[in-house]
């Protein structure tokens, strides 16, 4: 596996023209190699069957884990479990365990999963009980027996926030609902997107000081149009930088600002991944362009492997 690690995140296509263009981007994103690439899920499932075709697509078109977004929001006990047992039994293994968001307007229930910690708990439940348990001999005894290990979820990741959740009273709220998401068995961290090194940095520093183990994977977003990043900080609560604003909104062209924004992402992962970071997850818009060329110029060169399809 190439170093640094990457791995990039898609939405699923809203009409079949834009998913025939996925099948494409999805192709060459695979061809970088990525350690996985995930697929979000709309919240209260609005999507749902489309995750998983392109989940699908990853998994029969490429040799590249695919990793299914869930979100439990709205959702009763019986109801995440059937979801999840769906997952698996089309193949799907690893999993970004999240609560998601109740709908803005207070429609819907809040359901009965009330934490993305839950939620992990009930993944590798699910996953264990699907497996019927058995039994193995124990090496160098003759007829001792033991209940073999069954297998767990390839990986079951859980969000963090370096500038904290909009709904959090603090930092230190946020640390522990990550810690809490690691004891019920995470076992990575995502970021949300952020626009500084030095957030994530210390937010790393503080939550390996509680007790934080698990990879917490820096989320980076090349943003290469002002439209872009405005729409992107309403959805996340996050300020825009002025120096990326300005110099998205001075420049007319569109190459200019596809370059603008790719040079500042690509500073935000030579940065984070200088200070340590395990590698970089790249939201990708469901474009190929703007992420591979953030690889193509990160400090640390990378080599794309020679027997993707
Ligand atoms: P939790 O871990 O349960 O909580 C997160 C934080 O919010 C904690 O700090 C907690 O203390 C705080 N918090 C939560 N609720 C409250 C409250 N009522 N009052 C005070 N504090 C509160 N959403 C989707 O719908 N689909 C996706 O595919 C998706 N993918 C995502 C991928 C990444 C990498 C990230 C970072 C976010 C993603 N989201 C997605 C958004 C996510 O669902 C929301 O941020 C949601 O609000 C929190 O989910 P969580 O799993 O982080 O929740």
């Not at 959702?75 to 047992?85: G, I, M, P």
């Not at 690889?295 to 027997?307: F, K």
């Amino acid at each position: 596996m190439p170093f640094p690690p990457v791995s990039f995140e898609l939405f699923p296509p809203r009409s079949d023209a834009a998913a025939i263009a996925l099948g494409r981007t999805i192709d060459l994103l695979a061809a970088a190699d990525p350690e996985f690439i995930s697929v979000t899920f709309g919240a209260g499932g609005s999507l749902r069957g489309r995750s998983l075709t392109v989940l699908r697509y990853i998994l029969e078109h490429t040799t590249i884990e695919p990793m299914a977004h869930l979100t439990c929001v709205g959702n009763t006990h019986d109801e995440a479990n059937v979801l999840v047992r769906e997952f698996l039994d089309q193949g799907i293994t690893s999993f970004l365990a999240l609560r998601g968001d109740p709908p803005k307007d207070g429609s819907g229930e809040v359901g009965s999963i009330g934490s993305a910690a839950e939620l992990v708990q009930l993944i590798h439940r699910v996953q264990e009980e699907r497996m019927p348990f058995s039994q193995e001999p124990v090496p160098g005894t003759r007829r001792a027996r033991r209940i073999r290990q069954r297998p767990r979820p390839e990986r079951v990741a859980v969000a963090a926030f370096p500038t904290g959740h909009p709904r959090s009273h603090d930092i230190q709220q946020d640390i522990d609902t990550l810690l809490a998401k690691q004891v019920a068995g995470a076992t990575l961290a995502i970021t949300q997107m952020f626009f500084h090194s030095s957030d994530y940095i210390s937010f790393v520093e503080r939550a390996v000081d509680a007790g934080v183990t698990i990879p917490i994977l820096p989320g980076i977003m090349p943003i290469t149009s002002p439209q872009k990043l405005k729409r992107v900080c309403e959805l996340t609560g996050e300020t825009p930088p002025a120096e990326l604003q300005i110099d998205l909104e001075i420049e007319p062209e569109k190459q200019r600002q596809f370059e603008v924004g790719v040079s500042f992402a690509t500073r935000l992962a030579d940065e984070v991944l200088a200070a340590g970071a395990p590698g970089i997850h790249l939201y990708t818009f469901n474009r190929h362009e703007a992420a591979l060329a953030v690889l193509r110029s990160i400090s640390t060169p990378r080599t794309a492997r020679e027997d993707t399809p």
